[in-house]
């Protein structure tokens, strides 16, 4: 008898755990998923502080991210109150049968069934076991939160879009790449209007290519369709032949590189930023690239800065500094195809004449596609386009030399700079 009521109480006790889990388990995602959305609101609000203070909008900031820390605070509490509920059942359920066995014992004593030896050793054996059993509960609550957190790791990694490798054709002969717009048409999907109806614009191997123009007109959107940040939906972007959706993104990003217009670094070490995705490069190679393009005065501030952290965002470094990080690592690359949007927007005068360095070295050994309002850096380009309203207005050849490079297609719009 004494042996059914200890069975009976472990089934209860295992099924009791099932509904443990599936109660309290909602409740711990739950509260992982406030975690996630404060943590954004915490990043955004930091990333945005120039915009918080200029407005005056702290309180307004304050009492935001407190909305949000209330929703993660209610879960926290609902969570642990489900703990507690279980906690509570599990105690008094072990008390229960610890009581039964130990009256059963006592009972069959009575009833002389049993010698005091047994009923001593029956209630020693129960006290063990019920020991291990109320460690079931820890345990079990341990393995629910590592459970939970592993399941909302899992589902936010499998919510990223990553694609099969190898899913592609890979670039033919990608040390000279001719790139095709091939009355390219797309439109975002949130929006009514086409940002190209019937884009076309020849770059052949080589060219050192700026693209100018009106705010708004779709020139960060054509660089971001070359290296399928965005998928065009009409007409064709070929790569030596072969459309940018055919490919293997791998190999598109390997051997074409995109340098956004705000250029973030992560909050590691600026070594460790530099030499992100590079293999076998060496901090004297990086000083080396640096004093060859003229940078002198950056190379003694990132020796001295090399090992320390760059901050959230890369925020410890100037905009100037944080460019050049990006744009070394493009230069240490083997890709043939680079493409620089904005590079010397918002930048203090000594700054911009390093970028200017670096994109005058860029341009002698590379496809280099500059998207810039900057004018000063025409001297140091072959060609300039000029965008308007998804439309390539103006094909100027700035370089003698380079106007024999020019594809036909492209001769019919030259017309002077000057204009710009
Ligand atoms: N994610 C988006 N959703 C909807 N429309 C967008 C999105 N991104 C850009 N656009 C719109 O697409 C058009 C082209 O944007 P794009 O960023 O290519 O312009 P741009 O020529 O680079 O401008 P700027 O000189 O200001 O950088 C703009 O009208 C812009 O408002
Ligand atoms: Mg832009």
């Not at 006592?106 to 460690?135: C, E, M, R, T």
């Not at 936010?156 to 040390?175: D, R, V």
């Not at 340098?259 to 030499?275: A, K």
């Not at 690359?333 to 918002?346: C, G, K, Y």
Request: hydrophobic share 40%; proline share 3%.
């Amino acid at each position: 008898m004494l042996g059914g009521i200890f069975l009976a109480s472990i089934l209860v006790i295992y099924g009791l755990s099932y509904f443990y889990f599936q109660d309290c388990h909602k409740l711990i995602t739950r509260t992982e998923d406030a975690f996630d959305v404060v943590h954004e609101q915490i990043q955004d609000t930091l990333s945005n502080l120039l915009s918080i203070y200029t407005c005056q909008k702290t309180p307004a900031e304050k009492k935001r991210v407190e909305e949000f820390n209330k929703e993660t605070s209610d879960s926290q509490i609902e969570s642990g109150n489900c703990n507690n509920k279980y906690r509570i059942i599990f105690s008094i359920l072990y008390i229960i049968v610890f009581l039964a066995l130990n009256y059963g014992a006592y009972h069959l004593y009575q009833q002389k069934k049993i010698d005091l030896k047994a009923v001593v050793s029956i209630f020693i054996i129960n006290f063990a076991i019920f020991g291990h059993l109320s460690d079931f509960y820890y345990d079990a609550h341990g393995f629910m939160n590592v459970y939970t957190k592993v399941n909302h790791i899992t589902s936010f990694m499998e919510s990223l879009p990553i694609k099969p490798k190898h899913s592609g054709k890979t670039i033919p002969n990608p040390a000279r790449i001719t790139i095709n717009f091939k009355d390219v048409g797309f439109k975002h999907p949130a929006t009514s209007k086409a940002i190209y109806e019937d884009l076309n614009l020849v770059i052949p191997p080589g060219q050192s290519l700026a693209i100018m123009g009106s705010i708004g007109s779709g020139k960060s959107t054509a660089a971001k369709l070359l290296v399928r940040l965005q998928k065009h939906d009409v007409g064709q972007i070929l790569l030596n032949g072969v459309d940018v959706a055919d490919l293997d993104i791998d190999d598109l990003r390997k051997h074409v590189i995109y340098v956004p217009q705000h250029p973030i670094l992560f909050n590691r070490t600026l070594w460790e930023n530099i030499n992100y995705g590079l293999e076998g490069v060496t901090r004297e190679d990086v000083f080396k690239l640096l004093r060859e393009t003229g940078l002198n005065d950056l190379e003694e501030v990132y020796r001295e800065k090399m090992d320390k952290s760059v901050g959230k965002l890369g925020t410890n470094l100037s905009g100037g500094q944080r460019q050049v990080v990006w744009l070394i690592r493009c230069m240490l690359r083997p890709s043939s195809v680079i493409v620089l949007d904005e590079p010397t927007s918002a930048l203090d005068e000594k700054s911009r004449r390093n970028i200017e360095n670096i994109i005058k070295a860029m341009s002698k050994k590379r496809t280099l596609i500059v998207i810039t309002h900057d004018k000063e850096l025409l001297q140091h380009m072959d060609r300039m386009v000029y965008f308007d309203k998804g439309k390539i207005i103006q094909d100027t050849m700035l370089k003698k030399e380079s106007a024999e490079q020019q594809p036909q297609s492209n001769r019919r719009a030259n017309t002077p700079i000057a204009s710009y």
